[in-house]
Structure formats: structure tokens, C-alpha cells
């Protein structure tokens, strides 16, 4: 019992540290192409190095942070192909998990689950965009996209998915909150939405090719909400993350 105590005292303070260096890096913090070094990095989040150490190795792996030769780490710089590169990656994996769900077949749970998940999103989307529950969007359209991966029945695509999406402006939602007052952009949602659709029929339909083909569509999506955010420097930074963009 003592040992097990340890144990998840151990990996609440990694997934703590995680968090609180994601929050560093992230927020601009600590900018790109500085030095972080564990005593650092856990003077400031008031925690041990052991948990420090493990995360900073952890966003390494993310490719959030580059290891220094001489020791410590630094924020890695991105670029704009960058951005767009992840997106596509995204796009990819996300695609290649809608096909192997079609082709392998969904259990009539899931997919009366995913099929309600649709659903509500259908509801949040149908209202005028002026007064749309974005918050609600957000949530739901993350929901969705977690689920894809899992219905590939691959662990090894959904976890690929998930390295991918822990780069800040990645994910499907990435782009949205910096948006919120822009009628256009709220109505396009309902493109989104109708992709969300087209995607659940091409599973249950068992179509692959489709299904692989709309996801990829769908997840350019963002790189159009990318050209967007990036011609407004008060976009940029309503954008978790667009601070370790080269302007």
C-alpha cells in the first residue's frame, strides 16, 4: 500500500510538472531559444527536480523543447511550415484512423455513440453563429476527435494521434477561441459540422476511401483558420502556442 501511495504521489507531481512547463512554454513565459535547466524550471513551479526532469524530457519527446548538448533544454522556435506541416500530419493520422474503423467495422455501441456525439454537436451548430454556445463546440468537437482515434482500433495510430495533437496549434480547436467575434468564421463551423457528418456515415457505411478522404479535408480546416489568425498580431496571441511561431 506505502509503495503504491508513492507511486501515484510520483505521477500526480510528473503530470503536475507537465502541466506547469506546458503552461511556461506555452503562454511565452519563457520564450524561444531560452535556456531552461531543471533547478530553474522547478524553483518557479515550486516543485522537486525529480518530476521537473521527467517533464522536461516528456516535452522533448513532444518536440516542444530541444535538448542542449551542454545541458538543459531550450523552447523550441517553430515556423509557419511548421504549423502547417503538424496540421497535415494531423490530417494523415486522423484520415488513416477513420479508414481502418470503416474497414475494420465499429460495434453498434460506439457507433450509436459517436452517432449521438453528432448529434449534439448538430444542436450547438444550428443556432444562429452570433449566439452559438462556442465553449459547447469546443468541448464536443474535441470529444469527437478523441473518439475517431480510438474507433481505428489501432493503438499505435491513436497514439500518434495524441503526440501530435500535444503541439499547442495542432489540435481541430486550436484556432477557434481566437475567433469568437467573427461572424464568418462562426458560420464556417457549419462546414466543419457537415464533415462530422460525412465522415460518421462513411464509417457506418464501412466506405475507407471516403472516410480516409473527408478526414483528411476536414483537418484543412485549420490550416484555413491559420491564414487567418496569422494576419492579426491580436489573433496571434489568443492562440495558445502562436508565440513560438517566427512571425
Known amino acids: 500500500m506505502a509503495r503504491e ?85 494531423r490530417g494523415v493520422l486522423e484520415g488513416t484512423a477513420a479508414r481502418l474503423a470503416a474497414e475494420r467495422g465499429v460495434s453498434p455501441a460506439k457507433l450509436a455513440i459517436f452517432k449521438a456525439l453528432v448529434r449534439q454537436l448538430d444542436d450547438v451548430v444550428a443556432v444562429p453563429p452570433e449566439t452559438m454556445d462556442l465553449d459547447a463546440y469546443i468541448a464536443l468537437n474535441a470529444e469527437f476527435h478523441e473518439m475517431l482515434g480510438t474507433l481505428s482500433g489501432s493503438r ?36 466543419g459540422q457537415a464533415q462530422h457528418r460525412a465522415i460518421t456515415l462513411a464509417i457506418e457505411m464501412r466506405e ?18 491559420l491564414d487567418f489568425v496569422m494576419k492579426d498580431k491580436d489573433l496571434i496571441e489568443r492562440v495558445p502556442g502562436l508565440v513560438l511561431v517566427a512571425g
Open 5 to 89: 501511495a508513492r507511486q501515484e504521489k510520483g505521477s500526480s507531481q510528473t503530470l503536475k510538472a507537465v502541466l506547469g512547463v506546458r503552461d511556461l512554454v506555452f503562454s511565452g513565459a519563457i520564450p524561444p531559444g531560452e535556456r531552461m535547466s531543471e533547478v530553474s524550471v522547478s524553483e518557479r513551479l515550486g516543485l522537486s527536480r525529480t518530476p521537473v526532469r521527467a517533464a522536461l524530457a516528456r516535452l522533448e519527446q513532444e518536440g516542444i523543447l530541444d535538448a542542449i548538448p551542454s545541458g538543459g533544454y531550450s523552447v523550441r522556435l517553430f515556423t509557419e511550415a511548421d504549423v502547417i506541416d503538424a496540421i497535415e500530419l
Open 156 to 191: 499505435i495510430v491513436q497514439r500518434e494521434i495524441e503526440r501530435v495533437m500535444h503541439l499547442p496549434f495542432a489540435g481541430p480547436s486550436a484556432f477557434l477561441n481566437a475567433q469568437t467575434s467573427v461572424p464568418a468564421f462562426r458560420a464556417s463551423l457549419g462546414v
Open 208 to 225: 475507407g476511401s471516403r472516410a480516409e478522404a473527408v478526414t483528411r479535408e476536414h483537418a484543412r480546416l485549420a490550416r484555413i483558420n
